[in-house]
Every structure is written in structure tokens, then in C-alpha cells.
């Protein structure tokens, strides 16, 4: 009886010590798990600019916010590999104290001219939206309060691009020179003195963006599953995103009804007298701070 018991014993201490162990296992399978994964929404800007190459006059940093969501998977205690989605706005301005040019056309009557037009202090404000996907990895040291540092690239598509234009002055002629004249009147022809001038186009079309982005900044725990980012971010665009190459003029001549203008975009308009395009290439540019706020499990 006495062997039996002590049988009994042992057998029923090493199922408990085993139990224990298990149990013990699975649990910190779960802990390790915890910090596999990170979901983060975030918020950054403000500064954004469409570079226009080579263009001399004022391309000024404007304002432009985005926002996005991170998926974030830890592969060790300090480096993660991060994808997710973002929306960009990308602003810039072109700006001429003096805008001149000239093309051959018709008027209602299919009589051939030149048309002369003449802009004084004209802006062109350009806004373009992106959808951002991103791939990078991330670096963090431990601790409650940690420093990290990203870096990837990112590709845009496209979601909208359009331009505003504001003028001074705006003053056409016509030259007709089966008749060796120039008429400057009347307006209803669309020659004439038209004074302020303001238009827009939406129909600015851009290719995919290609972006290679930095960021780095303090990451502080709250508890095991929430944290907040507080840093500074890059993102340098690497392609000219103008699609195709430039045509037609800048301002369009309408033979139904000459008073009324239609402007284009000095992206994708060419000075058809010099033969010059107003813009060689346009690339994207934001940088500025980022909020992130973390989800871990």
C-alpha cells in the first residue's frame, strides 16, 4: 500500500508540474503574441509642395494634410515591418509677373488670324490628391518612452489633381494679316482690354508617384497595447509625375463664343510662340510632423 501511494504521489506531481507548464506556455505564447501586432491611425503635415523642375518664378510650400492607417508586425523586440493606406494632398504655385503668347485660329466667320492674349500677375494654384501605399520598416528601442526611426517608400495613385488661376489683367488681340490689321475691339470678338481674369481645370492628368520617406521621432507606452508617435517625417518624391508631354496653349480661343475664355494648366500647356514648355517636370514634396496613436495585441 505504502509503494502504491508514493506511485500515486509522484504521478500526480509531475501531471501538475506538466499541467503547470502548459499553462505557462500558452500564456506566454499570448504575452508574445500581444506585441506582434500594431494597428495605428495618424495624422501629419502641414508643409507640401509640387516642385515644378526648373521653373525660375515663385513655387511656394503650401498647406496639405494627411492622414492614413498602419498595419505594423513586429519580427523582433526592435524591428517591425509596416504597410496600410494613406490619403496625401499635394499643393504648389506657379507665378508670372507677365504671361505672353500667341497662336493661328479661326474666327465665326472662318476667318484665319492670330490671336494674341497677354496676361499680367497671373497665379496658378494647383492641388492634387493621392492614395499612398506604403512599405517600410521601423527600428525602436525599449522601454515606456522609445526612440524610433522608419523608413520605406511609398506609391501614389492618383485620386484627383486640378488648378486655380487668377489674373491681374488680362488683354487679347487679333491680327489678321490678310489685311495686314490688328484689332484690339471689339469684345464680343474677343479682342479687348478684359481686366481681372480667374479660371480653373480639373482635368490635370498625373502618373503614379513613387516616394521614398524617413520619419523618426519618441514613442511612449501607456500600457502594454496603447502608445503614441510624436515625430518628424519626409517624404521626397523620386519621379516626375507629369504625364505625357505638354500641348496646346495655355489660354484657348472659342470660336462659338469668343468672350468667354477657357484656361488650362501651365503643366501640361506649352508658350506655342517660343515653343517652350512652361514646366519641364514636377515632383512631390511634404514634410512636417506626424501623430500616431497604437493599438498592439
Known amino acids: 500500500m505504502q509503494i502504491k501511494r508514493v506511485f500515486q504521489y509522484i504521478n500526480s506531481r509531475v501531471f501538475n508540474k506538466g ?22 491611425l495618424y495624422v501629419k503635415g502641414p508643409n507640401t509642395k509640387l516642385s515644378l523642375g526648373d521653373f525660375k518664378r515663385s513655387s511656394d510650400i503650401e498647406t496639405g494634410i494627411g492622414v492614413g492607417l498602419n498595419y505594423a508586425y513586429a519580427i523582433s523586440d526592435h524591428w ?18 507677365t504671361l505672353t503668347d500667341s497662336f493661328g485660329t479661326v474666327d465665326a466667320e472662318q476667318e484665319s488670324f492670330v490671336f494674341n492674349y497677354a496676361f499680367s500677375q497671373l ?17 525602436e528601442t525599449l522601454g515606456d518612452i522609445r526612440f ?12 484627383s489633381a486640378k488648378s486655380e488661376s487668377n489674373a491681374g489683367s ?21 479682342f479687348g482690354d478684359f481686366g481681372s481674369f480667374s479660371g480653373s481645370t ?19 507606452l501607456f500600457d502594454q497595447n496603447n502608445s503614441i508617435y510624436v515625430g518628424l517625417f519626409v517624404d521626397y518624391g523620386l519621379n516626375d509625375i507629369r504625364k505625357g508631354s505638354a500641348a496646346g496653349s ?25 515653343n517652350t514648355d512652361y ?13 500616431r496613436y497604437g493599438f498592439s495585441w
Not at 497665379?123 to 527600428?139: G, T
Not at 524610433?148 to 485620386?159: C, F, L, N, P, R
Not at 487679347?172 to 490688328?182: A, R
Not at 480639373?202 to 511612449?220: P, R, T, V
Open 202 to 220: 480639373s482635368d490635370i492628368d498625373f502618373k503614379s508617384n513613387f516616394i521614398l520617406n524617413f520619419e523618426s521621432g519618441m514613442k511612449m
Open 250 to 274: 495655355l489660354l484657348s480661343y472659342n470660336v462659338e463664343n469668343p468672350s468667354e475664355f477657357q484656361i488650362g494648366s501651365v503643366l501640361n500647356s506649352r508658350n506655342l510662340e517660343q
Open 279 to 291: 514646366v519641364d517636370e514636377v515632383k512631390t514634396l511634404a514634410f512636417g510632423v506626424k501623430l
Open 170 to 190: 488680362l488683354q487679347t488681340s487679333g491680327y489678321y494679316e490678310q489685311y495686314n490689321v490688328e484689332l484690339e475691339a471689339p469684345m464680343f470678338m474677343g
Open 148 to 159: 524610433y526611426a522608419a523608413a520605406g517608400v511609398k506609391m501614389g495613385v492618383t485620386i
Open 19 to 40: 499541467f503547470l507548464l502548459v499553462i505557462l506556455t500558452v500564456t506566454g505564447l499570448s504575452l508574445s503574441a500581444q506585441t506582434n501586432n500594431e494597428v495605428s
Open 80 to 97: 517591425s515591418v509596416i504597410s496600410g493606406v494613406e490619403y496625401q494632398k499635394f499643393s504648389g504655385n506657379a507665378y508670372f509677373d
Open 123 to 139: 497665379k496658378e494654384q494647383v492641388d492634387a490628391e493621392y492614395l499612398n501605399i506604403p512599405l517600410k520598416v521601423q527600428y
